[in-house]
């Protein structure tokens, strides 16, 4: 044991140490960063009450954390692995048992077991800008420390069914309101800590036992939750498991702990769990790149060049994102179409509550300027080209900028496909030089791929990921090669949707079942979003190179010569004149005349089959991009698919799907649909190399 000379604080272990000042005593956490309740915490803490309540002179005990939080919850890192006594649980009885009261401070984010931590104390005192919340069901699980029991008992059934089926925290005064915490005070968490501690031997602070309070039945409330859930998230396991939980608070606490550990069970059990807690970790992996330790170089003023769908939402990212913006377009007419998207994508944040008139205002007037002229960017730290999709185009731009742009200012292609060394190569830079590909809308998508191209300095590869992080996008590193990680991806796997839809599915049939699987969107819905036209002018620039043994599908060119590029002309595979899910007859039509002309008698495929072949697809490309180190890693692709192509979060990303699957199935589909196509399915070397050792994709995240 350690004692702190300063403050006379007796470490219990390392994370959890005892002050005494007369008939009080502080218990501080400090486990950095969060404060997460591991098995060192959770005994530390237990240790640490276990000796006070034996203390007749400590007539209260205050809990808070030291560092940015208060516990943010139970140690992700430690599911799955043999649990450790104290569990949680039971380490929550044992608090609200305790003989002595108990208070409780909480800043930061106190979360999940945090807040169950917190609920187990006799009072709770939360100050200024806490959050609190339970957020457990995005990790696929329930609050299983007696959050479903006790929350009710505070904020009634209806606050916590919200609280709990959402995940989403709450502020401090909410919170207050709700009855979860006591008082809500400014102050540093020792002193709150120390004057509550007074108060409540003073009696100023009423304390009490959550568990001995009774929470109300609504069945009300429950009939609603389960009828909105079975709308809203049919395909999710543990939101349902959460209202189960949270009925079964009217019971006696004993028994309502029973059920909410029952219900926690079947959760941890449950594969959504694995790909929800995969997937909260891809978003935080992501950033752990060679070039981390570069110093990003600084951004203040960044110049976007066209104003159409990608340059005019990039610009509104960095508008909201504080940056000082120069848009320039070929014409006075393009910049008035981008300005006016621009101003309609902040109204839409001032409608949403996330800006208000005053500051969207001072954003156009004072933050974004316009030019026809790409002289006008001189003085920008960075410049994002997001001009048409052709490399003619983007190269006399780039000799343009290699002319006008100051030394030292990073130049960024937001190119879908193209070679970005080629790019680079017309410059006099390209150490300077970068893909920052966004995602549509790109004031909303989360994803930001960073395109390392060969000569890209290390300092410009952390600048792209410094911007990522200002956007609050997720920022994943990726090589160069047609398509980079995600459309390289996408292209490949929609030609096996494609290959469906030749040979008997419909369009709607493959969305449906794609859609079934927890896919967003259908690979036809994006593309007819997207705009057919894309993809059109990208089969044209592939014809010369595209090999003879590759079957090629026109049906989607052919409804392109009709005029039909899918959502923005009113008709694609789907039309468009109500809510878009009414297939297109005249779209049946030309692929019945395809097959036709193809000789292919149409077959059934079930939504088995459709989801197997389009999942297979994706891996097996997706291996093919780690082989060629493309992608860092594993969880990198996940990434990609989970925060730019709608990849349901609930199954970790298509290589957490792969391990699920398993290289030796996943090998033993490619060979079964090689029998028909032995071109397009062959499988990766590095694929059957795991089939044979055994090794899983997960493995290969740790290994990097
Ligand atoms: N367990 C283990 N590690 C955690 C963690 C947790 N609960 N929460 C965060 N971390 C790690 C992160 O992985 C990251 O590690 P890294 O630096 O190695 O990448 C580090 O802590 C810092 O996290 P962030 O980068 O996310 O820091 P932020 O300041 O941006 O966010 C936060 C802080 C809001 C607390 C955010 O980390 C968060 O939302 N954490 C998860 C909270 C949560 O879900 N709690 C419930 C857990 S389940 C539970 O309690 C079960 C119980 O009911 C039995
Ligand atoms: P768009 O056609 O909507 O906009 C392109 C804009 O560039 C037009 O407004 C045009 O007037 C302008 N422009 C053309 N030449 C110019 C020049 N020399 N100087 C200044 N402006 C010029 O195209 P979109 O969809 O915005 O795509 C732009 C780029 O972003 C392309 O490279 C595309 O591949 C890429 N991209 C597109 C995505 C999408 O979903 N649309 C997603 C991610 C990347």
Not at 17 to 38: F, H, K, Q, T, Y
Not at 54 to 80: H, L, M, N, P, S
Not at 242 to 257: I, K, N, Q
Not at 672 to 687: G, K, M, R, S, T
């Amino acid at each position: 044991m350690q004692t702190n000379a300063e403050t006379g604080a007796v470490g219990v272990n390392d994370v959890v140490s005892i002050e005494r000042l007369g008939a009080i005593a502080l218990v501080a956490l400090d486990n950095p960063p969060v404060n997460a309740a591991s098995h060192a915490l959770r005994s530390g803490l237990w240790q640490a009450v276990e000796e006070l309540q034996k203390d007749q002179d400590i007539k209260a005990i205050a809990v808070y954390g030291k560092g940015r939080t208060f516990i943010a919850g139970a140690d992700i890192r430690e599911f799955g692995k043999p649990p450790q006594d104290p569990w949680l649980p039971d380490l929550c009885n044992f608090l609200e048992s305790c003989p002595t009261p108990i208070v409780c401070v909480l800043h930061g984010t106190t979360l999940g077991g945090g807040l169950e931590v917190a609920l187990s104390c006799h009072a709770r005192i939360a100050i200024t800008g806490t959050k609190v919340g339970l957020p457990e069901v995005t990790l696929g699980i329930l609050p299983g420390a007696g959050g479903t029991q006790r929350a009710p008992r505070l904020a009634g059934v209806k606050a916590s069914l919200e609280m709990i089926t959402s995940g989403k925290p709450i502020a401090a005064d909410k919170a207050l309101q709700s009855g979860l915490v006591d008082r809500v005070e400014d102050g540093a968490p020792r002193d709150v800590a120390v004057q509550a501690a007074r108060d409540v031997i003073d009696q100023t602070l009423q304390t009490r036992r959550t568990g001995e309070l009774t929470a109300e039945q609504d069945n009300e409330a429950v009939r609603d939750m389960r009828d909105k859930l079975a709308n809203t998230q049919p395909l999710l396991f543990s939101p349902h498991k959460c209202v189960d939980a949270v009925e079964a608070s009217h019971l006696p606490l004993t028994e309502g702990l029973k059920e909410e550990r029952r219900l926690f069970n079947e959760c941890m059990e449950s594969p959504q769990r694995a790909g929800l807690i995969h997937a909260f970790f891809a978003e935080r992996a992501v950033s752990k790149i060679p070039e981390a330790s570069a110093t990003p170089r600084d951004l203040d003023l960044i110049g976007v060049i066209g104003s159409g769908t990608m340059g005019s939402g990039i610009a509104t990212a960095l508008l909201l994102a504080g940056f000082q913006v120069i848009l320039t377009e070929r014409d006075q007419d393009g910049l008035d179409r981008g300005t006016a998207t621009i101003g309609n994508n902040l109204e839409g944040a001032v409608k949403r509550g996330k800006l208000t008139t005053q500051a969207r205002d001072a954003i156009l007037e004072n933050k974004l300027s316009t030019s026809t002229d790409l002289s006008s960017l001189s003085n920008a730290d960075l410049v994002i080209e997001a001009v048409f999709e052709d490399m003619g185009v983007k190269r006399e731009i780039f000799e343009k900028l290699d002319e006008c742009v100051k030394p030292g200012a990073v130049l960024a292609s937001n190119t879908s496909y193209l070679d970005i060394n080629q790019i680079a190569a017309t410059t006099s830079r390209p150490q300077d030089v970068i893909g920052l590909h966004f995602f549509s809308p790109a004031h909303v998508m989360r994803l930001l791929e960073v395109v390392v191209a060969d000569k890209t300095s290390a300092d410009v590869v952390a600048t792209g990921f410094a911007l990522a992080k200002r956007l609050k996008k997720i920022g994943v590193r990726s090589g160069v090669c047609d398509g980079f990680i995600g459309n390289r991806i996408m292209t490949f796997y929609k030609k096996a949707a494609d290959y469906m839809m030749m040979d008997g599915a419909s369009p709607k049939e493959i969305d449906e079942a794609m859609r079934g699987f927890g896919l967003a969107m259908g690979p036809y819905q994006v593309a007819d979003l997207a705009g057919l036209d894309i993809s059109w002018a990208a089969n044209k620039r592939r014809a010369a190179t595209r090999p003879p043994e590759e079957r090629y599908i026109p049906i989607a060119d052919q409804l392109c010569e009709q005029g039909w590029f899918g959502r923005k002309t009113g008709q694609g595979f789907y039309i468009y004149d109500d809510d878009g899910t009414r297939p297109n007859p005249k779209a049946l039509e030309i692929i019945d005349d395809e097959r036709r002309k193809a000789g292919v008698t149409p077959r059934a495929f079930s939504s088995e089959e459709i989801v197997n072949r389009f999942t297979t697809a994706m891996i097996l490309e997706a291996t093919r991009v780690l082989e060629e180190k493309i992608a860092l890693r594993p969880i990198d692709v996940d990434a990609v698919f989970l925060f730019g192509y709608g990849f349901p979060r609930f199954r970790g990303g298509p290589m957490h799907t792969a391990d699920q699957i398993g290289p030796k199935e996943l090998v033993r589909r490619i060979e079964e649909y090689a029998q028909e196509d032995d071109y397009y399915w062959q499988v990766p070397d590095l694929l059957r190399k795991m089939a044979e050792t055994g090794e899983t994709f997960a493995q290969m995240n740790e290994r990097v």
